[in-house]
């Protein structure tokens, strides 16, 4: 109860004096609080400490035959792994989990759910959309005995599925739905982080400063950005205020997400925020500053496997990869990805375009 109201230093010395207190026969209390220790470490950024507690979780679990908490355990364990930036290690331990559902038949939890969105999350990461797409609707599938609320980040993701692929129209309507379930509705705040980030993408996309200025105003900003969570809401943020030409603003967060995420090894997250970082730059003509964090971006992006990432950021992205490109200075795996990210980004710039072209003349 205490790390779900917000209390990580309170669920930490409960969780504690449950490990030193408890007798080694009380295993299902010692798998609950050796869980909530890892989550705290977790939530406060040390991806070191939380791994291996998670590990010890789903080992204790499944020698007790307490099957939903491994699969809890090995959730985590890839969360984790994805903000390390170990993308491939992260989709080797979904394997483990789809295989613990399948033998345990726990197809009908809410964590296969969650299962199928963060599998989905790795697949868009890749660029594997229609995968990504297939999972993100199978994890409707698994939700539809549950409040329609519970769709939320599926919808999400099928939003940024179709960012990717430059379907502006069809984003759009996944967003409105996702906003039709948040009307009413009390979301903890990661899952509107996650709603957050296809909404502000969109409005970047489209040129939206409107409906980004009036989010701005409004939106929570977190106190710290020193765990994966709170990142990604500060760089939904840096995006909105880089649209609206907010660059001072947008520079100071920015730099603080670096810091942390370097501080903390947040992966990841740092590869996210090197791209922001170039926008900035590129629109504010330092182009030797913007073209040190794409390269920095591309050569982290061997480790994290990214390409939709660089994908969404548009035609400006498009054009410094092909700068890059004919300079023929990139060493071979960033070569490549930067070729693979240039031409799917090319592809949808043009769809893109044609989108907005044909709204524009409708609502004239």
């Known amino acids: ?70 699969l809890w355990a090995l959730l985590q364990q890839s969360e984790i792994l994805i903000a390390q930036g170990f993308l491939q290690a992260a989709y080797e331990t979904q394997d483990k989990a789809f295989e613990l559902i399948r033998e345990q038949h726990l197809e009908q939890l809410p964590m296969h759910e969650f299962l199928l969105r963060i599998r989905a999350q790795i697949l ?36 940024k599925c179709s960012l990717a692929r430059g379907d502006l129209d069809n984003a759009h309507a996944y967003l409105q739905r996702c906003e039709t379930l948040q009307h009413g509705a009390q979301y903890h705040r990661d899952w509107l982080t996650n709603a957050d980030k296809p909404r502000v993408i969109h409005w970047q996309m489209t040129g939206d400063v409107t409906a980004a200025a009036r989010w ?17 809401q500060w760089r939904n943020i840096a995006r909105v205020q880089i649209l609206l030409g907010r660059y001072q603003e947008a520079e100071v967060v920015l730099d603080e997400l670096n810091d942390n995420a370097r501080r903390l090894r947040l992966t990841s997250d740092l590869n996210r925020n090197l791209l922001l970082s170039n926008q900035l730059y590129w629109q504010t003509e330092r182009k030797s500053d913007a073209q040190r964090v794409l390269i920095e971006a591309l050569t982290l992006a061997n480790r994290t496997g990214f390409i939709s990432h660089f994908v969404i950021e548009g035609e400006a992205m498009a054009q410094q990869l092909r700068q890059l490109i004919q300079l023929n200075t990139l060493p071979e795996l960033e070569q490549h990805r930067a070729s693979a990210s240039c031409a799917i980004s090319t592809s949808i710039t043009g769809i893109s375009s044609r989108i907005l072209t044909r709204t524009s003349s409708i609502s004239c």
């Open 1 to 70: 109860m205490a790390i779900n109201a917000g209390k990580p230093e309170e669920a930490e010395r409960l969780a504690m004096q449950a490990l030193k207190h408890l007798p080694l026969s009380s295993y299902y209390s010692r798998i609950v609080a050796t869980s909530v220790t890892g989550e705290i470490h977790h939530c406060k950024g040390e991806l070191t400490r939380a791994l291996p507690m998670m590990q010890q979780t789903e080992q204790m679990a499944r020698r007790h035959q307490t099957y939903h908490y491994a």
């Open 124 to 159: 868009w990461s890749w660029s594997r959309l229609d995968e990504a797409e297939d999972t993100a609707r199978l994890g409707l599938t698994v939700l539809a005995n549950y409040q329609p609320q519970q769709q939320l980040q599926c919808l999400a993701m099928l939003a």
């Open 216 to 232: 701005l105003s409004h939106t929570e900003k977190p106190a710290m950005a020193d765990n994966h969570f709170t990142q990604g």
